[in-house]
């Protein structure tokens, strides 16, 4: 197990800090700040270290994906994506105009993750996350369903599934192998273009498109009728 390092990036006192904030979440497994704080000064840390503005968001994501990258060394590596919400509703009441926080499908309030987590194609153990995107939505009818499918890829909120495995890839570079796994979210035409041509990087997407192979017809017709390779538990 390799331990936070910010590698002089920050203040020494915040590094120390960061370390305690995250053995509390892992013994208590919560992300309460009041419930997993010893006493009321352990709490005033821990929210001074999160609201410091030399600890930001791209630092603590840049930070796993470190520890990530050197766990990775020599393995073969399952790099699992989705995205997931995590809804403020309860607390729409004390949150200000400028928290950031974006538009929950259906109603509500929330920001948005895509995660890319790696672990061990063998023994399933998490090595941790290769890539984060935090993003908040803008209401409804900002944009048409016209409007958004003539935006280029990296525009689209569907490029999270490539730049997922773009910046895993670099991340990850250390492994023996990698394989990408998505669900039928991630059956996008610019991704499947993308993909990159290393020998010892792979794609498992679940289909949501019957797309067009090049000389063989239909995709669902050539795979149900294939004889299976082999099967992984």
């Not at 006493?39 to 520890?67: F, K, W």
């Not at 020998?199 to 669902?220: A, P, T």
């Amino acid at each position: 197990m390799y331990t936070i390092n910010f590698d002089g990036k920050i203040d020494k006192r915040l590094e120390v800090r960061s370390k305690s904030l995250s053995r509390s979440m892992l013994v208590n497994c919560s992300t309460s700040i009041q419930s997993i704080s010893s006493s009321r000064a352990d709490q005033i840390g821990n929210y001074r270290l999160l609201h410091n503005i030399s600890v930001t968001e791209a630092l603590l994501v840049e930070e796993q994906q470190a520890r990530c990258g050197i766990q990775v060394l020599g393995k073969t590596v399952l790099c699992i994506h989705d995205s997931t919400e995590t809804n403020f509703i309860m607390h729409r009441n004390r949150l200000k105009s400028d928290s950031g926080l974006g538009y929950l499908d259906g109603s509500g309030i929330c920001f948005k993750m895509h995660l890319s987590i790696a672990m061990d194609a063998k023994s399933y153990y998490p090595y941790g996350v290769s890539n984060l995107k935090l993003w908040a939505r803008e209401n409804k009818g900002v944009l048409t369903k016209n409007e958004k499918s003539k935006l280029p890829i990296t525009e689209k909120e569907s490029y999270k599934w490539q730049e997922g495995c773009q910046v895993s890839n670099k991340v990850l570079s250390a492994a023996t192998s990698i394989v990408h796994i998505q669900d039928r979210e991630g059956d996008i035409y610019g991704q499947i273009a993308d993909f990159w041509s290393k020998e010892n990087v792979f794609y498992i997407i679940r289909s949501h498109y019957d797309r067009q192979i090049d000389g063989y017809g239909k995709l669902w017709g050539n795979t149900s009728d294939a004889i299976p390779l082999g099967s992984y538990p």
